[in-house]
C-alpha cells in the first residue's frame, strides 16, 4: 500500500526566511510519481510540480525547489525567501502507475505554512 | 493550463434532500475524473474514479448508493449526495486527468456542502 508521511503538521516563519516542507513516502512500485500541490485559503488546490521516479534530479523555479532523494524516499519541498502570500497548506502527493487510465493520488495529511511580517 | 471547474462553489441543504455537484473540464478533454472529500483541516481523501462511458470505482467504505457519480461525457462529471445528512458536510474536490496527459491531475476549486 501507498503511504505519503507529511510530519510537519504547522511550520510558521518570519518573511524571507527559507523553510522546507519534508515529503517522506512508501511504495512498492518501482515506477510513481510525486506531487507537491498548494492548497490557499480559497481551497482550490494549485499544481506545483510533478516528478516521476526516473528523474532524481533536483528541479528549481523561482523561489522554489524540490529535493528528490530515492535512497530515503523523500521529496522536499524549499521555499527560498518566504512571502505572506506562501501561506497555505502544502499537500505533498504520490501516484501509483495504475492500469489503464487510472492513476489514484494518495495525499499526505498536509503542512500548514504561515509566513508572518 | 487546464481549467477544471465546479458548480456550484457552496451549497446549504436540508437535511434529507439530495444534491448535485458539477465537475467540468473547460479546455480539455478528461476520460477519467476523481472526486475527493476533505473534512476541516484534513487531508484529500479520495471518495472514487470516474471513468466516461463506464460505472465508477469506488473507495473502499464509500457507499456508492449514497454518492452516486456519472460521467457522461468526456468534459462532465457529477457527484449526487443523495439523502445528505449533516456528517456529509464537507469540502468536495473533484479533479480531471487529460486524456493526452502523463498522470497530471487538475483539480477543480472545491464544493462546500453544509447540511443542516
Known amino acids: 500500500a501507498q503511504k505519503v508521511t507529511q510530519a510537519q503538521t504547522e511550520i510558521s516563519v518570519v518573511e524571507k526566511e527559507d523553510v522546507t516542507l519534508d515529503c517522506v513516502y512508501e511504495t512498492r512500485d518501482t515506477t510513481y510519481y510525486l506531487f507537491w500541490y498548494k492548497q490557499p485559503p480559497s481551497g482550490e488546490l494549485v499544481f506545483l510540480i510533478r516528478?516521476?521516479?526516473?528523474?532524481?534530479q533536483n528541479e528549481i523555479s523561482g523561489r522554489y525547489s524540490w529535493n528528490f532523494q530515492k535512497s530515503t524516499s523523500s521529496f522536499n519541498f524549499t521555499i527560498t525567501a518566504s512571502q505572506v502570500v506562501d501561506s497555505a497548506v502544502y499537500f505533498c502527493?504520490?501516484?501509483?502507475?495504475?492500469?489503464?487510465?487510472?492513476?489514484?493520488?494518495?495525499f499526505g495529511t498536509g503542512t500548514r505554512l504561515q509566513v508572518t511580517l | 493550463g487546464a481549467v477544471v471547474s465546479q458548480h456550484p462553489s457552496w451549497v446549504i441543504c436540508k437535511s434529507g434532500t439530495s444534491v448535485k455537484i458539477e465537475c467540468r473540464s473547460l479546455d480539455f478533454q478528461a476520460t477519467t475524473m476523481f472526486w475527493y472529500r476533505q473534512f476541516p483541516k484534513q487531508s484529500l481523501m479520495l471518495m472514487a474514479t470516474?471513468?466516461?462511458?463506464?460505472?465508477?470505482?469506488?473507495e473502499q467504505g464509500v457507499e456508492k448508493d449514497k454518492f452516486l457519480i456519472n460521467h457522461a461525457s468526456l468534459t462532465l462529471s457529477t457527484l449526487t449526495v443523495t439523502s445528505a445528512h449533516p456528517e456529509d458536510s464537507s469540502f468536495y474536490i473533484c479533479?480531471?486527468?487529460?486524456?493526452?496527459?502523463?498522470?497530471?491531475?487538475?483539480f477543480g476549486p472545491g464544493t462546500r456542502l453544509t447540511v443542516l
Open positions: 516528478r516521476n521516479s526516473f528523474d532524481e
Open positions: 470516474s471513468n466516461e462511458g463506464s460505472k465508477a470505482t469506488y
Open positions: 479533479s480531471a486527468r487529460e486524456q493526452q496527459s502523463s498522470r497530471a491531475q487538475f
Open positions: 502527493a504520490l501516484s501509483e502507475p495504475g492500469a489503464g487510465t487510472a492513476s489514484k493520488l494518495t
